[in-house]
C-alpha cells in the first residue's frame, strides 16, 4: 500500500521524473527513490534485464519495485511503463500523483544515449511517440496535476513540483 505522503512522478521516457524527483525530494526535504534505479541496484541493468527476462519479466521485477517505493514514501520516480500494470495504477491512487510530460520536437535530445530497450531499434523519435500515445490515458487516469517539462528552467519546473506537493493533501486526509 502507498504510504499517502508519497508523490507520484509518472510520464513517458526523457520527460525528467529522474531528475526533477531527486531535486523536488531534497527540496521538500523527503527521500528519493527511482524505481529503474532500485532495479538495477537489485536486479543488473535494464537493458540486461529486456534481454534475458523479456519485457513481461522486467515488469513483474517493475511492478515489486513500484510497490516497495510507493510504501517507503518521499517522492518516487516511476518508470514510464510502470502505469501498465493495473495493480501499479490501484496503488498510485493512495498516493500524490505528477504527471511530467515533454513534447516529441525536445525528446530527441534527450533519449539518445541509446539505453532505453524499447528505443534500440529504427527511428527513436517515432518509436516514442506510439508508446507515449499508447500510454498516456493510463498517465491521465492517475494523475492528478501535469508539469509540463519541454522548456523553462529544471528548477521552475522543481519549484513548481514542490510547491504542488506542499498544497495539496495526502489521499485520505481530505475533510468532506
Known amino acids: 500500500m502507498a504510504s499517502p505522503d508519497t508523490i507520484a512522478l509518472v510520464g513517458p521516457m526523457g520527460a525528467g521524473k529522474t531528475s526533477i524527483g531527486r531535486r523536488a525530494a531534497k527540496r521538500l526535504r523527503v527521500p528519493f527513490t527511482d524505481t529503474d534505479a532500485l532495479i538495477a541496484r537489485t536486479h543488473g541493468p535494464i537493458p540486461t534485464l529486456f534481454a534475458t527476462v523479456?519485457?513481461?519479466?522486467?515488469?513483474?521485477?517493475?511492478?515489486?519495485?513500484?510497490?516497495?517505493?510507493?510504501?517507503?514514501?518521499?517522492?518516487?520516480?516511476?518508470?514510464?511503463?510502470?502505469?501498465?500494470?493495473?495493480?501499479?495504477?490501484?496503488?498510485?491512487?493512495g498516493c500524490r500523483v505528477a504527471l511530467l510530460t515533454v513534447s516529441p520536437s525536445v525528446i530527441a535530445g534527450r533519449i539518445r544515449d541509446g539505453s532505453r530497450p524499447l528505443l534500440a531499434s529504427g527511428d527513436t523519435v517515432a518509436r516514442w511517440q506510439e508508446i507515449y500515445a499508447a500510454r498516456r490515458p493510463l498517465y491521465e487516469e492517475v494523475a492528478d496535476v501535469t508539469f509540463d517539462t519541454s522548456s523553462g528552467p529544471l528548477h521552475t519546473i522543481v519549484e513548481a513540483v514542490a510547491a504542488w506537493a506542499r498544497s495539496t493533501s495526502p489521499p485520505g486526509s481530505r475533510s468532506a
Open 54 to 93: 523479456g519485457e513481461e519479466g522486467f515488469r513483474r521485477l517493475e511492478r515489486d519495485a513500484v510497490h516497495e517505493a510507493l510504501s517507503t514514501g518521499g517522492v518516487v520516480s516511476l518508470g514510464g511503463g510502470a502505469v501498465l500494470d493495473a495493480d501499479t495504477r490501484a496503488e498510485l491512487a
